[in-house]
DNA sequence: TGATTTTAGTTACAAATGTAACTATAAGTA
DNA sequence: TACTTATAGTTACATTTGTAACTAAAATCA
């Protein structure tokens, strides 16, 4: 399936899966930072912190990580800085008060939420659009494939 | 192709596909961290300093870059590095002195190249064998077109 | 040839990220 | 209830990574 024998000496850092996936992914990475970092001077973290509060108001901050893989302490911080920059509120839980509720605010945070969205929707059209149609649809599912392969891996005895 | 439409309140940064990437590459980059940070402490430059020496050796710092797209200043910190631990030489260029011809040294270097890539290579097969062979040829292709879309997008009219 | 610009690679500093320890609260248990 | 353990989230520190400035050598050019 790829260049690569078994044979040390022939080894090509080029055809090697997770080399390509590393790559493309930080290709894709600068190419949406346009629709947010640039312009809205945030974070990946903060900007999926966004995402996930948009999408979900209310969510704690544990919650967010169950939902993006994302470490506690990046999501501590980038929701610290999005709460300093009247982007994110927070509000107590009512029966545990190490919990605090998190959401965009109304008009600062919703509003951003609102503007980015679009752009990065955008990005990935423009991206998607030079595939053919059912190569869009093979992409996703194989990449939900792979995912599921590399997370059974993970667990003893995949 | 995805459950995104263009109403903010609607996104799922879940099907979003640079985030989905994103997560594959770092699940694929653990993954493979077992065949190297872990045995033999290299960070994920080093072993693709290794892995590119250990294919084309006596290149440049230079060289390396232009085959790996990697940071320069990256590759100097992980030549460096791997140089003190005796496992790369450098050699003078006969025809310019600025630059130095890398190589894995002959015991340490290419023993611990030969080390690695077969656990890197069984890492990839265990992780494809999980899709069926057709599945696996279009992965790869698709990869292929999607890092060539995501490059023609960065220059000026993509 | 001498002056200027470019290139290879390194060093120094700043920013981002990861890891561990900590605080506060809640839950479990005897 | 008192005591222990677990959980949510933060803080502090170490490590990694990125950016800019720098050095040395080579190439260009007048």
């Known amino acids: 399936m790829n260049k690569n024998t078994q044979a040390p000496e022939d080894f090509e850092l080029e055809s090697f899966l997770p080399y390509r996936l590393s790559l493309l992914s930080?290709?894709?990475?600068?190419g949406i930072a346009v629709a947010y970092?640039?312009?809205?001077?945030?974070?990946?973290?903060?900007?999926?912190v966004i995402a996930v509060l948009g999408r979900f108001p209310g969510l704690t901050a544990s919650e967010i990580r169950l939902r993006t893989a994302m470490d506690k302490v990046?999501?501590?911080?980038?929701?610290?800085?999005?709460?300093?920059?009247?982007?994110?509120?927070?509000?107590?839980?009512?029966?545990?008060?190490?919990?605090a509720h998190l959401k965009?605010?109304?008009?600062?945070?919703?509003?951003?939420?609102?503007?980015?969205?679009?752009?990065?929707?955008e990005y990935?059209?423009?991206?998607?659009?030079?595939?053919?149609?059912?190569d869009q649809h093979l992409l996703l599912?194989?990449?939900s494939k792979l995912q599921q392969a590399a997370d059974s891996l993970k667990s003893p005895e995949g």
Chains 1, 2 share one sequence.
């Open 37 to 48: 970092r640039k312009p809205f001077d945030l974070s990946v973290t903060e900007w999926r």
């Open 141 to 143: 599912r194989l990449v």
């Open 104 to 121: 965009l605010s109304a008009s600062r945070g919703r509003n951003l939420f609102r503007r980015i969205v679009p752009r990065a929707l």
């Open 26 to 30: 930080n290709t894709l990475s600068e």
């Open 74 to 99: 990046a999501i501590s911080r980038a929701v610290k800085r999005l709460q300093a920059r009247g982007l994110v509120e927070r509000s107590e839980h009512r029966e545990d008060r190490r919990r």
């Open 124 to 134: 990935e059209n423009r991206l998607l659009s030079k595939l053919a149609p059912e």
